[in-house]
């Protein structure tokens, strides 16, 4: 595979849909967390206010969504959404979001069962208290780190889900977890801890007879420190692989994952609408695939995002993975790169995700449009490319050479 094509056309692309942005770079960022803290106090206020009525906190969507391939259907799925937010009392919000997914039989999950089914997946499930500058959080929830779009140097609390499909947003694949999150500020520090009694994996399947890995709790905090234009992030967590590894066990080939140490640092900084993002992580006890060895791992990633004053948004990153103790692995290299853009008064949304890795070798590009065609229906289509090893061909991570994806959607 010629990386170096790949890598050439991603330049282009960041380079003609920065060419309208360049103007915008003298503009200055004097974002501080009191602003935030006041803006997220005021939006809960709102809420609350507009809630009057519980019932009014419920949103309903339905969704059909069908990809092909050179080879025919790759997915068909339709889905039930049910969304519940609601103030409950003064510093007492809670949020519900589940849906209820039916796989057809051409799908490619359903086609590990041979019949089509359907899976119930909470995607969201908590109740939050606030009081002052600090809030807690309980139940099933998401916790991102990092700064760097599209890369995972210290983004690895939250797992993946698989069995979801990957456009152009990572958000749309990530697996909620049980857990306790804690959030305080302090003038310009922010501080934060979690703890989930049971750590999940990431899922590549809903069949009933999957491997179960063992694993423990999780728990971990990070501290930040804002100033007008820039931050700076210190974590400590301890943590599971979210990925399972196959290794050699008494001869015996099987999946496993591994309890660790992780320490991380993550910085941003803003020169005008120009954002400079950094991440390091160290990571101890990382399991050697095919043996029952283990070795340290240092991640660091770099990268630039742009946003202009009519929501134009670029990124775009470049991760490093080096294994400390592991003599037959190098070093692991991952482009990736992000577009977004509204046009026609919101109506039409442009989005983009690229990436390159070199070891396994894969590289993906995906563009999708959604069309607003008014306050309940919305149509959305994607391209996808892609050009991947045999390496990984048959891993369920593997995209099609060629797919295009239809879906529709309607929200009340």
């Known amino acids: 595979m010629h990386i170096t094509r790949y890598i050439t056309s991603l330049l282009l692309i960041a380079l003609m849909l920065n060419a309208n942005a360049a103007d915008d770079l003298l503009l200055e960022d004097d974002y501080t967390v009191e602003q935030e803290v006041f803006f997220q106090q005021g939006k809960q206020q709102h809420q609350q206010q507009q809630k009057n009525n519980w019932r009014d906190g419920f949103k309903y969507t339905l969704e059909y969504s069908h990809t092909v391939t050179d080879e025919g259907t790759l997915l068909q799925r339709s889905m039930a959404r049910l969304e519940y937010e609601y103030a409950v009392a003064e510093g007492w919000y809670t949020h519900l979001d589940g849906k209820l997914s039916r796989f057809w039989s051409n799908d490619r999950q359903a086609q590990q069962r041979d019949q089509a089914y359907s899976d119930f997946k909470e995607q969201q499930a908590w109740v939050q208290y606030s009081q002052g500058a600090c809030a807690h959080k309980l139940g099933k929830q998401q916790l991102i780190w990092g700064e760097v779009e599209g890369t995972f140097a210290v983004d690895i609390v939250t797992p993946f889900d698989y069995t979801e499909q990957l456009l152009t947003d990572f958000n749309n694949i990530r697996l909620s977890q049980t857990m306790l999150q804690s959030e305080c500020y302090f003038k310009r520090i922010q501080t934060q801890l979690f703890y989930l009694p049971k750590a999940r994996t990431d899922r590549f399947s809903h069949e009933p007879g999957d491997i179960a890995w063992s694993t423990g709790s999780e728990w971990g905090g990070r501290i930040k420190y804002?100033?007008?234009?820039?931050?700076?992030?210190?974590?400590?967590?301890?943590?599971?692989?979210?990925?399972?590894?196959?290794?050699?066990q008494n001869t015996i080939l099987q999946l496993a994952v591994e309890n660790f140490d992780f320490l991380g640092l993550s910085s941003s900084i803003a020169r005008g609408r120009l954002l400079m993002k950094f991440d390091l992580a160290y990571k101890q006890k990382q399991l050697v695939a095919l043996s029952n060895n283990t070795t340290d791992r240092l991640d660091f990633a770099a990268g630039l995002e742009y946003v202009t004053s009519n929501n134009h948004n670029i990124n775009a990153g470049v991760w490093l993975i080096r294994e400390l103790d592991n003599t037959e692995f190098n070093e692991s290299i991952t482009l990736t790169m992000g577009w977004r853009k509204t046009y026609?008064?919101?109506?039409?949304?442009m989005s983009l995700l690229a990436y390159v890795v070199d070891e396994p070798e894969l590289a993906s590009l995906t563009i999708q449009a959604q069309y607003k065609w008014n306050d309940y229906w919305t149509i959305s289509s994607?391209?996808?490319i892609a050009d991947i090893s045999d390496e990984v061909a048959n891993s369920p991570l593997a995209q099609p050479e060629q797919s295009l994806t239809l879906s529709i959607k309607y929200a009340f």
């Not at 100033?227 to 399972?244: E, F, I, K, Q």
């Not at 026609?344 to 949304?349: I, P, R, T, V, Y």
């Open 226 to 248: 804002n100033w007008p234009g820039a931050d700076v992030s210190l974590m400590y967590a301890r943590l599971y692989n979210n990925t399972p590894v196959p290794t050699l």
């Open 344 to 349: 026609w008064n919101d109506n039409l949304s």
């Open 382 to 384: 994607a391209i996808g």
